[in-house]
């Protein structure tokens, strides 16, 4: 009787951390694709740039504010902020090369249920790149 409580016990233990990763990794890839959304937005918030010779084309440039604007732009647009709690744009989030757009997400997740091996708000965070590009 003593070894059946126990391996009850256990596999209530087992089953809400397996529930809690499952919910994590779910939350995760929704954050991902918001992610996904928000630095292709802001990929295609480009300006043109200056031409590199007489005869070249415009380039796309990109400058890190407005990728941190129209990033934050969509995600209200899209109620974000009311799906995922705490939801915070990285500080990250810009453009390191002028025609690249990275956006970094961090939000936490709430596990469906709480004990002393699962902790209630966990950090998770996601980053997603997009390339802006202009071609005939």
């Keep these: 009787m003593v070894l059946i409580i126990g391996y009850v016990l ?13 919910s994590v990794y779910i ?11 928000a630095s292709v937005a802001a990929a295609d918030s480009f300006t043109l740039g ?6 070249g084309s415009p380039t796309a440039a990109l400058s890190a504010g407005r990728v ?33 757009a990275v956006v970094v ?9 709480v004990n002393f091996l699962v902790p209630d708000g966990i950090r998770i ?5 997009a390339r802006s590009r202009l071609t005939r």
């Design 50 to 55: 200056e031409l590199h010779s007489s005869s």
């Design 105 to 113: 997400l961090s939000a936490a997740v709430h596990p469906p249920i």
């Design 10 to 22: 256990l596999a209530l233990l087992v089953t809400t951390v397996v529930a809690a990763a499952s």
């Design 27 to 37: 939350e995760h890839k929704k954050l991902l694709s918001l992610a996904d959304g």
């Design 125 to 129: 965070e996601a980053t997603s790149t």
């Design 68 to 100: 941190r604007s129209t990033a934050a732009d969509y995600l209200n647009r899209n109620g974000a902020f009311a799906r995922f709690s705490g939801l915070a744009v990285g500080p990250a989030t810009g453009s390191p090369d002028g025609s690249t």
